[in-house]
Structures are given as C-alpha cells and as structure tokens.
C-alpha cells in the first residue's frame, strides 16, 4: 500500500486487537475504540493488550482511543469486533 487507508475498528478484546493487528501489520492506520480508559494508555504505552491479547507485540499503525465518536469518525471503513451482547447498544451509540 501507497497510500495509508484508514480503518475503525470498534472493540478491543482478544478478537478485535488481533483483526487490528493484522490491518496495522499491513499498512492500514486502525483507529480502535476501546472500551477501558487504562487500556488505551497500555495500548499506547507498551503497545500491548494487557488485558485481552498480553505478549503480542502490537503494530504502531493502531491509534486507540475511549471516544467512540472520534473513532467512527475516521473513516467510512467501520469494523464492529463486539460480543454480541452489545453489538446493538454500540451500534446504535456510533450513529
């Protein structure tokens, strides 16, 4: 890729870190909404998962951030890796 397309990706447990990870890892910039204030400083920090995917290394490529809004606002590429429980209530929040 030339050019950095961007992705959102809503949702930072195990499943939604990995997709990211994979979407850095190949050149996409993923703004990922995380759900755990403390965990988008780690993510941020230590460029780790502590909670949900610990000891895997994460891409530079991935922007974390707690405001939905701002997250959904980055691109028109939105990717919804939430349980399921929730889907509905995130979904309708980022409208």
Known sequence: ??????????????????????????????????????????????????????GVKLSANIIPSNNLSEVVSASEDIIFATPSHVLHIIADKAK
């Open 1 to 54: 890729m030339t050019d950095k397309k961007t992705v959102s990706l809503i949702g930072a447990g195990s499943w939604g870190t990995a997709l990211a990870n994979l979407l850095g890892e190949k050149g996409y910039e993923v703004r990922m909404w995380v759900f755990e204030e403390e965990l988008v400083k780690d993510i941020q920090e230590k460029r780790e998962n502590t909670i949900y995917l610990p």
